[in-house]
């Protein structure tokens, strides 16, 4: 997620009572894998984004065959100083 300015070691601050917008990043449980990705919304279809400069990543997109969870929304992210 270095290109929504996450990296490694960084601290996530969850909010779990927020219900996601699109636009938001997210912590989700997907088949039983937790994940960091922004969650987007186009026509009722919900899709996971990574922001990693190399764009190897796919989006995923959310469907009945999924088991897809959002855990929290992404509120604040803490990086390492030293």
């Known amino acids: 997620m ?3 300015g ?3 070691e960084d601290l996530l ?5 927020l219900e996601p917008k699109s636009g938001d990043i997210v912590v989700a ?3 039983g894998e937790f994940t960091v990705k922004r969650y987007l919304t186009n026509n009722d279809k919900v899709f996971l984004r990574a922001e990693s400069p190399s764009g190897n990543y796919p989006d995923i997109i959310i469907n009945d065959v999924i088991d897809f969870e959002v855990w929290g929304v ?3 992210t803490i990086h390492r100083n030293r």
Request: hydrophobic share 40%; glycine share 6%.
């Open 2 to 4: 270095e290109g929504a």
């Open 6 to 8: 996450i990296n490694d």
């Open 13 to 17: 601050v969850v909010d779990k009572s």
């Open 29 to 31: 449980a997907v088949n």
């Open 74 to 76: 992404v509120t604040h």
